[in-house]
């Protein structure tokens, strides 16, 4: 199953797409990787689903990809008395804590850390940032605010508080459970909601102990105060524009998912740009052409992967909306601006030998007209990097290890193909061409060039390239 391109879709499961038929018709319309969103989803739901896309995968013989999003905390206000209430922009209006509030003129909020951290001076945003209210005065149990923009205000909204770091861990009780129950199945990467600082990612790639890829969702500003620290603690990230968009000025998030974009494609590390990419695909069979330039914008930038949220977890149109992105990622990087907006964002190889090799690896690609790049990898590594330097042509990224090839199913321009170890050098050879032949890559009289690590299956050890004839003996 060849794609035509090399930038990768993640489809979120849900309502109109949890079938064995509905997924293997997303998997077949473009679908590189599944997310399953923890906020809807228990745990017989989720056993369902695993076992459902890997039974569409085993049908198609090629390796998909399982994100499992955790939900991380839920700020939110407590029951207004007689359920709702209107602010007026330039009134004050009292934040009480608890569950409730007696008075009718106050919010109550059940969340003693807001009150502890809060500062005068700080912003709290209510039902995604349509209320805003500044705060004048805060105590442990109250905050007189001046409202800045009013409206209505509706029970159990959504606080958030983007100049505010909370003494509020990224995993709740909830997440721990699910996290558990997660990685006892067959799952592929666990993304992370709330980071505010490098601890948190910390903490969830203790839990997970290498079972699966840490991705880490950048949505709250404080982030963004130490990016590059959470970037290496991180396996991928996540640009998260809902709540961005919501803490953040709009016109502030297209300059950080750039930011974002291009930190994770410096570090090496996959980075996926999420939410609102084909909003109006959840009801329309045709997108907004302003939603077309804004996917065709991320694979110009050179994302990994582009996700799909409720176009294909609860829209009318979930295999069009994956079919509409997989035409336009194909026509983006077909236009001839696209290699050279690529290259100008090249980043410059560490100085580690890997690093080296993958830069030459390019290098002698480009200059033979090679047909395809065969990287074999054990820990990921060599296909990571193969995959940093985006090179013109197609990586084949060969793994003994199955988990691995999934796991990889994210990265751009990686296809991945699950084989035993390669036994002598003759073998790394011989495969990969065989490998490459055989998938549609490379013809007889073509070459391909090969990197591997010596001694063969030390993992990180890549200090090998070299250029093979693909022969009839190939097939």
Request: hydrophobic share 45%; proline share 6%.
């Amino acid at each position: 199953m060849r794609r035509s391109r090399k930038t990768k879709i993640v489809a979120t499961l849900g309502p109109a797409s949890r079938t064995h038929e509905q997924i293997r018709t997303l998997f077949v319309a473009g679908a590189d990787v599944f997310r399953i969103n923890m906020s809807h989803t228990d745990h017989a739901s989720l056993t369902t689903l695993v076992r459902t896309v890997r039974a569409v995968e085993a049908e198609v013989a090629h390796p998909i990809a399982i994100l499992v999003d955790l939900q991380g905390p839920k700020l939110r206000l407590g029951k207004i008395a007689g359920g709702e209430k209107h602010l007026e922009s330039g009134s004050r209006v009292t934040v009480v804590r608890g569950e409730s509030a007696a008075d009718a003129s106050q919010l109550p909020m059940p969340h003693p850390e807001i009150f502890a951290a809060l500062k005068p001076g700080g912003c709290l945003l209510i039902d995604d940032g349509k209320i805003r209210l500044v705060a004048e005065e805060v105590t442990e149990s109250r905050i007189e605010a001046t409202v800045l923009q009013g409206g209505p205000v509706k029970n159990n909204k959504g606080v958030n508080l983007p100049d505010t770091l909370l003494p509020i861990p990224a995993m709740t009780p909830k997440d721990r459970s699910d996290l558990d129950y997660a990685l006892s199945l067959d799952i592929d990467w666990m993304a992370l909601s709330f980071v505010q600082r490098p601890d948190d990612v910390a903490e969830l790639r203790k839990a997970a102990a290498g079972r699966a890829g840490v991705m880490t969702k950048i949505e709250k500003p404080a982030a963004f105060h130490a990016l590059d620290e959470i970037l290496e603690l991180s396996d991928s990230v996540m640009v998260a524009r809902g709540d961005l968009g919501v803490e953040l000025p709009l016109e502030a998030v297209p300059g950080r998912q750039k930011q974002i974009v291009r930190a994770a494609r410096r570090a090496g590390k996959p980075v996926v740009v999420a939410t609102q990419m084909l909003e109006s695909m959840i009801g329309a069979a045709v997108p907004t052409r302003a939603e077309v330039s804004d996917v065709a914008n991320a694979v110009f930038e050179g994302a990994d992967a582009m996700m799909l949220s409720a176009e294909t977890a609860s829209g009318s149109y979930p295999a069009e909306a994956v079919a509409v992105m997989d035409r336009i990622a194909q026509a983006v990087e077909e236009d001839p601006l696209y290699r050279g907006i690529i290259r100008a964002q090249r980043q410059v190889p560490e100085p580690t030998t890997p690093d080296a090799i993958l830069a030459a690896v390019n290098e002698v690609t480009s200059t033979i007209k090679a047909s395809a790049i065969v990287c074999w990898t054990k820990s990921g590594s060599t296909g990571l990097r193969a995959s940093r330097e985006r090179p013109q042509v197609p990586i084949l990224a060969l793994t003994p290890i199955k988990a691995m090839a999934r796991r990889l199913s994210l990265v751009w321009g990686l296809y991945c193909v699950e084989t035993e170890d390669a036994h002598d050098l003759d073998d790394v050879a011989e495969r990969a061409c065989q490998i490459a032949f055989s998938h549609g890559f490379a013809k007889p009289g073509e070459r391909v060039v090969i990197t591997a690590g010596l001694p063969l299956g030390t993992p990180g050890a890549t200090n090998m390239i070299r250029v093979a004839f693909v022969t009839r003996k190939s097939s």
